[in-house]
């Protein structure tokens, strides 16, 4: 319990979220870049928005994959990247 309570690992927002069972938080722009992969088809990342370090994020959460084919990188969303866009937003 205590890591909880260092603030040099966790956030409070993430350690409320690890604290109530929540896992990891999935934010606005977490959800707006999955919406992009929804269909569950691999994507090539050119089509997509060049967000490197979301797309960082997402792949260690295990919410996509991605992969490369001929030089060219693709990304698809996983069973777990849909299952938390089906999570209920929290309302501001």
Request: aromatic share 8%; proline share 3%; charged share 25%.
């Amino acid at each position: 319990m205590s890591e909880l309570l260092d603030s040099s690992t966790l956030n409070p927002r993430t350690a409320f979220a690890h604290w109530a069972g929540l896992g990891h938080l999935v934010q606005h722009r977490h959800r707006q870049f999955l919406e992009y992969l929804r269909n569950g088809e691999w994507v090539a990342a050119v089509d997509l928005p060049d967000q490197a370090k979301l797309k960082l994020t997402l792949l260690r959460h295990k919410w996509i994959e991605a992969r490369e084919a001929d030089g060219k990188v693709s990304y698809r969303i996983t069973a777990s990247g849909i299952a938390e866009m089906s999570k209920p937003t929290r309302l501001r």
